[in-house]
């Protein structure tokens, strides 16, 4: 339903540029230093709405494989012909091999769920496809900023209504709670990290306004300021600041 009126109304073009702007930077410091085959990623809603990260992965690996559960985002990533093997499926049962992928690249897609037991089990299932000594690089919800921790209180019909949240979102963790999930289903922490420092519900909005009343040069110097924000993560309070908290991991 939500993908179905991004797709009419093309809103949030200029906010999209700035998600993948971030998700990108992300990547790109955690990119494995090994050569990488087989890659994951566990969503496509930016690739379908945007570049995503899905330019970076096709130049640093030779395999790229997507799934998402809306079959109208699938739809729309194989519409724009990507060289990628996208499915519908859910996270929790893959329909992949036990140890097939070399990188996992998972962009706030668990915390989509109606459970922190899901969670666990997208994280037990993760760990199955990846092989051993292969990577994942995780972000989800932080549940430590304090608009995050107010949004998860809050009565899912008030936010939709509002239009705070146009979305489903489930419960998540801080950077401690998600840690030990991650640990608990047997990988490794080598990094943490958080990141989407800007205050996001004047930044949705001001990208919104810009990009329908503002100059393409307006428009980039807006994505500059944004990404100021995110010199945010080298302070001691990032992890406050901070709207997703993220983990690198190993099999």
Not at 24 to 39: A, F, R, S
Not at 184 to 211: E, W
Request: with cysteine; glycine share 6%.
């Amino acid at each position: 339903m939500i993908a179905r009126k991004w797709q009419r109304e093309r809103r949030h073009t200029l906010w999209r540029q700035h998600s993948d702007a971030v998700n990108l930077k992300l990547v790109q410091n955690w990119w494995p230093d090994e050569p990488v085959e087989h890659v994951l990623k566990t969503d496509l809603f930016d690739e379908a709405f945007g570049e995503g990260v899905y330019p970076y992965m096709r130049s640093n690996a030779k395999f790229i494989s997507g799934i998402d559960i809306s079959d109208t985002i699938v739809a729309a990533v194989q519409k724009k012909r990507l060289n990628l093997q996208a499915a519908v499926a859910d996270v929790r049962r893959l329909p992949f091999r036990s140890n097939k992928f070399d990188l996992i690249v998972s962009n706030s897609t668990l915390d989509h769920f109606k459970s922190l037991s899901d969670i666990s089990i997208a994280l037990d299932e993760l760990y199955r496809v990846l092989r051993p000594g292969g990577r994942m690089l995780l972000t989800l919800d932080n549940l430590r900023n304090p608009i995050i921790a107010l949004r998860q209180v809050l009565p899912s019909g008030l936010t939709n209504t509002l239009g705070l949240v146009p979305y489903y979102v489930g419960p998540t963790y801080g950077p401690r709670g998600l840690s030990r999930a991650v640990l608990d289903a047997r990988f490794r922490i080598t990094n943490t990290a958080s990141l989407m420092h800007c205050p996001r519900l004047v930044a949705v909005a001001a990208a919104g306004f810009l990009q329908r009343h503002a100059k393409s040069s307006a428009q980039h110097r807006f994505l500059r300021g944004l990404m100021a924000f995110e010199k945010l993560s080298h302070l001691p309070t990032h992890s406050l600041s901070g709207h997703y908290v993220a983990v690198n991991a190993v099999k």
